[in-house]
């Protein structure tokens, strides 16, 4: 029991509290020998877990345990039907949108095949509120546009918000929802991630509730969906978010989506539906600068019971670079060395857990790491960027990429030389000066069938590798 616990913590751990309660709240997990057996209510979710969580599974035993185990997926009858995500850890509305009366098709109540609503004294999803958000030069368009969304809805539609992980994307369309319900009363609104609304498109399709999910959707005043990214390879699930954008957009309903990435990067969700992203307002969201993290620090400690002195909280913001929630971990440490030790939070505590956390959190980069991220980038392979080739789609890449690895790795320029074809280490150097050249007087480079600032192909390539 006590390593099907650890399991369970290492699973919620990995995938983030939302996605567990989603996918692995309602599994039975059992060790028999050297294989773990994981039992689910259905085939459906059999397979869907054996799909798209083997490798979470695995990875989760060999940290609790130490060893891989074999894992095998069956429908086990002892376990229950999966809890639709309408509890305190679902983004879910909390209140229901109205059910139709009738089901003109088979003309049985529409109803029944609703999300069934919160159990009697269960808690509510608190969300985040768009008071609660630090307003920074980082974020400053998208919170303002966030609050049209509120004040104004259907003004702009669709709202597209993209950023990388932690800048904040979850926390306006939380916002948004939280407020617009507060602003506007009766209005039907639903806020949902990419992966609970496939869960719902499939779940209404093996179950022939596909009427019932359309005129659930379709019928919105507002619809914010979190990380669209999701939907790509998922052909059948873009459909129908296509045309339910257009239903709703044909009635001046207030759309708002988030993204890791721009519409120039979602080519894999279609054209059809990045014409319509582009088409509303898109907002970006930078990683935050200090004066933004100072005030998330100090909204964090306000919610903690044990008190953070200023320079405490400053030097958080200052050695802490990453996203909110690196922010909230180190300040949790902090918290919880001070609890242990019954002594308050000084600032020799704080930097000693600051240069623990630094050295478990930073994994060096790889010249490898390098030249994957240029190539995805600019789609040439490993031994193109290693040839001899001095044509432009060639020699630009092989430049920028031993730029990046003489910025970001701590191999020597003999070293980088050889790795990208043999070169010299004047090579490496002749490349930093040119680069640095084509920056200084903003030179485009191609990738693909575009072109782009140096600036922004430089941009793209370290986002590739931060997400290696």
């Given at each position: 029991?006590?390593?099907?616990?650890a399991?369970?913590?290492?699973?919620?751990?990995?995938?983030?509290?939302?996605?567990?309660?989603?996918?692995?709240?309602?599994?039975?997990?059992r060790?028999?020998?050297?294989?773990?057996?994981?039992?689910?209510?259905?085939?459906?979710?059999?397979?869907?877990l054996?799909?798209?969580?083997?490798?979470?599974?695995?990875?989760a035993?060999?940290?609790?345990?130490?060893?891989?185990?074999?894992?095998?997926?069956?429908?086990?009858?002892?376990?229950?039907?999966?809890?639709?995500?309408t509890g305190?850890?679902?983004?879910?509305?909390?209140?229901?949108?109205?059910?139709?009366?009738?089901?003109?098709?088979?003309?049985?109540?529409?109803?029944a095949r609703?999300?069934?609503?919160?159990?009697?004294?269960?808690?509510?999803?608190?969300?985040?509120?768009?008071?609660?958000?630090?307003?920074?030069?980082?974020?400053?368009?998208?919170?303002?546009?966030?609050?049209m969304?509120?004040?104004?809805?259907?003004?702009?539609?669709?709202?597209?918000?993209?950023?990388?992980?932690?800048?904040?994307?979850?926390?306006?369309?939380?916002?948004?929802?939280?407020?617009?319900?507060?602003?506007?009363?009766?209005?039907?609104?639903?806020?949902?991630?990419?992966?609970?609304?496939?869960?719902?498109?499939?779940?209404?399709?093996?179950?022939?509730g596909?009427?019932?999910?359309?005129?659930?959707?379709?019928?919105?005043?507002?619809?914010?969906?979190?990380?669209?990214?999701?939907?790509?390879?998922?052909k059948?699930?873009?459909?129908?978010?296509?045309?339910?954008?257009?239903?709703?957009?044909?009635?001046?309903?207030?759309?708002?989506?988030?993204?890791?990435?721009?519409?120039?990067?979602?080519?894999?969700?279609?054209?059809?539906?990045?014409?319509?992203?582009?088409?509303?307002?898109?907002?970006?969201?930078?990683?935050?600068?200090?004066?933004?993290?100072?005030?998330i620090v100090?909204g964090?400690?306000?919610?903690?019971?044990?008190?953070?002195?200023?320079?405490?909280?400053?030097?958080?913001?200052?050695?802490?670079?990453?996203?909110?929630?690196?922010?909230?971990g180190?300040?949790?440490?902090?918290?919880?060395?001070?609890?242990?030790?019954?002594?308050?939070?000084t600032?020799?505590?704080?930097?000693?857990?600051?240069?623990?956390?630094?050295?478990?959190?930073?994994?060096?980069?790889?010249?490898?790491?390098?030249?994957?991220?240029?190539?995805?980038?600019?789609?040439?392979?490993?031994?193109?960027?290693?040839?001899?080739?001095?044509?432009?789609?060639?020699?630009?890449?092989?430049?920028?990429?031993m730029?990046?690895?003489?910025?970001?790795?701590?191999?020597?320029?003999?070293?980088?030389?050889?790795?990208?074809?043999?070169?010299?280490?004047?090579?490496?150097?002749?490349?930093?000066?040119?680069?640095?050249r084509?920056?200084?007087?903003?030179?485009?480079?191609?990738?693909g069938?575009?072109?782009?600032?140096?600036?922004?192909?430089?941009?793209?390539?370290?986002?590739?590798?931060?997400?290696?």
């Amino acid at each position: 029991m006590e390593i099907v616990a650890a399991l369970h913590a290492k699973l919620k751990e990995r995938l983030g509290a939302h996605r567990y309660e989603l996918w692995f709240a309602a599994t039975r997990l059992r060790v028999d020998g050297n294989e773990l057996v994981l039992g689910t209510s259905n085939a459906f979710y059999r397979d869907w877990l054996r799909t798209h969580f083997r490798r979470d599974v695995e990875a989760a035993c060999l940290e609790v345990l130490g060893c891989p185990l074999a894992i095998r997926f069956h429908v086990d009858p002892h376990v229950s039907a999966r809890p639709t995500c309408t509890g305190s850890d679902s983004r879910e509305p909390a209140c229901p949108l109205p059910a139709p009366a009738r089901d003109r098709r088979t003309g049985r109540d529409a109803a029944a095949r609703q999300p069934a609503p919160p159990a009697a004294g269960r808690p509510r999803r608190r969300y985040l509120q768009l008071d609660q958000f630090v307003e920074g030069e980082s974020n400053k368009l998208a919170f303002m546009s966030a609050q049209m969304a509120v004040r104004r809805p259907g003004k702009v539609t669709p709202l597209l918000i993209y950023g990388p992980t932690g800048s904040g994307k979850s926390h306006l369309l939380e916002g948004v929802y939280a407020a617009a319900r507060n602003r506007h009363q009766g209005a039907r609104a639903m806020y949902m991630t990419a992966e609970r609304f496939t869960s719902h498109f499939l779940e209404a399709l093996g179950g022939r509730g596909l009427p019932s999910f359309r005129q659930q959707y379709r019928g919105l005043d507002l619809l914010l969906v979190d990380d669209i990214h999701f939907f790509a390879g998922k052909k059948a699930t873009r459909v129908e978010l296509l045309y339910t954008v257009d239903t709703l957009l044909s009635r001046g309903r207030q759309l708002v989506f988030s993204s890791d990435r721009p519409p120039s990067e979602l080519l894999s969700l279609g054209a059809d539906l990045v014409t319509r992203l582009k088409g509303g307002l898109v907002c970006h969201l930078e990683p935050h600068d200090y004066a933004t993290r100072v005030g998330i620090v100090a909204g964090m400690c306000r919610e903690i019971d044990v008190a953070f002195p200023e320079d405490v909280q400053l030097l958080v913001a200052s050695r802490a670079s990453g996203d909110a929630r690196e922010l909230s971990g180190v300040l949790n440490r902090i918290q919880l060395q001070s609890l242990a030790h019954e002594q308050p939070v000084t600032l020799a505590m704080a930097e000693a857990v600051l240069s623990e956390h630094l050295h478990e959190s930073t994994r060096p980069v790889r010249l490898l790491d390098v030249q994957k991220a240029v190539c995805d980038l600019f789609g040439v392979g490993p031994d193109s960027l290693r040839s001899r080739c001095n044509s432009d789609g060639v020699s630009q890449p092989r430049m920028l990429a031993m730029w990046l690895a003489r910025k970001h790795t701590r191999a020597a320029l003999s070293e980088i030389g050889h790795f990208f074809g043999r070169k010299s280490h004047s090579s490496v150097i002749s490349a930093q000066k040119k680069v640095q050249r084509w920056m200084d007087g903003h030179q485009q480079v191609i990738v693909g069938q575009n072109r782009f600032e140096v600036e922004e192909a430089i941009r793209r390539a370290e986002s590739l590798m931060r997400t290696a």
